[in-house]
């Protein structure tokens, strides 16, 4: 669906390190939430919500392009439970610039955001996306479930555009940060580890620990070790499948390797279904550490 971005209603490139340091600092502010998780986790997965609904194949296609996650009708999909909140910390600096930047890449940058401000790789990040009306939502449960395993993850990532593993086991190489929540999810854990820094732990954790696959409190099934941690039967999957466990081996050995790929499809997942104009200038932001901020 060839698209163009109607010029008019974007900032100067300057202008988006400043919307970058509004989210950054809402990140900030934000601190205790989640027993001092803190918001990168969920804003992370706001965005990738926001972007993996995304069908081809589809009449309507989603992606994030339209903004569709902001109503009412894609935020109630239970996929999305507990994003509410991300959204609500973001409705401000929607207000603050005015039109002046659309959902779809207010919730994107959202997603940069979290990731470089938890330690993790430059992710570059174009603007031109343009909020599109309720007649542009998708339909529900296009977003993965669980309980599955590594061939139902491949394919679902295929339809995504992932073709090569490595991208695939880059992308779920972002559930190092954050929790499951059994009211969202009906999975609950890791309890105690504050998993708010973006590095190839998950990996490491996936090879050395000791998994236990047991049925929690909701019915469903998970794996836990004996430090608390979990590990949903997606996430397993990873070490289940020869394929995507080389990649886990070379990720866990090599953080920069992980960055690297984590980097490239982290930016395809945001971009998918856009065609942006020649033109549109690729941004990479600062830390605001690196502003001194
Ligand atoms: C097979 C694909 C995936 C499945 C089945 C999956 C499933 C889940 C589930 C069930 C949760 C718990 C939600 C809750 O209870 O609050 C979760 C959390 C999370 N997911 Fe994924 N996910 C997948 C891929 C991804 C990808 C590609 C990303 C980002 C690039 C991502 C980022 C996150 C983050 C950051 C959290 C933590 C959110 C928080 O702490 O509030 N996930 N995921
Ligand atoms: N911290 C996590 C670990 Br550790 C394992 N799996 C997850 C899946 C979703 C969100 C967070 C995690």
Redesign the pocket.
């Known amino acids: 669906n060839e698209v163009q971005f109607a010029a008019s209603n974007k900032l100067k490139n300057t202008n988006y390190q400043n919307v970058y340091n509004d989210i950054a600092n809402v990140i900030r502010e934000n601190d205790e939430h989640?027993d001092y998780?803190g918001s990168g986790?969920?804003l992370?997965?706001l965005a990738?919500h926001a972007s993996?609904q995304f069908d081809s194949k589809q009449e309507i296609k989603g992606g994030s392009y339209n903004g569709t996650l902001r109503f009412d009708k894609e935020l109630s999909d239970p996929s999305n439970?507990?994003l509410k909140y991300a959204f609500d910390l973001l409705k401000p600096i929607y207000k603050k610039y005015n039109h002046q930047i659309s959902h779809g890449d207010l919730f994107t940058l959202a997603g940069v955001v979290a990731v470089q401000e938890m330690g993790g790789p430059k992710i570059p990040w174009r603007y031109g996306r343009v909020d599109g009306d309720i007649e542009t939502v998708p339909l529900n449960g296009r977003l993965?479930?669980?309980n599955q395993n590594a061939n139902y993850?491949r394919n679902?990532f295929h339809r995504l555009n992932f073709l090569e593993d490595k991208e695939i086991v880059a992308?779920?190489g972002?559930?190092c940060?954050?929790?499951?929540?059994l009211k969202?999810?009906g999975?609950e854990g890791p309890w105690g580890a504050a998993t708010n820094m973006f590095t190839n732990e998950f990996f490491r954790n996936l090879l050395t620990e000791k998994w236990v696959l047991e049925k929690n409190e909701a019915g469903n099934q998970q794996y836990n070790n004996d430090k608390g941690y979990m590990m949903?039967p997606?996430d397993m999957a990873l070490v289940q499948d020869g394929s995507f466990k080389k990649i886990v081996e070379e990720f866990a050995n090599d953080e920069s390797s992980f960055f690297k790929v984590f980097s490239s499809a982290?930016n395809k997942?945001l971009e998918n279904g856009i065609k942006f104009e020649k033109s549109s200038p690729v941004l990479y932001f600062k830390t605001l550490d690196e502003q001194d901020i």
């Open positions: 989640d998780i986790p969920v992370l997965r990738w993996g439970a507990g993965p479930d669980a993850v679902f992308l779920i972002a559930h940060v954050g929790k499951t929540h969202n999810s999975f949903l997606t982290f997942l």
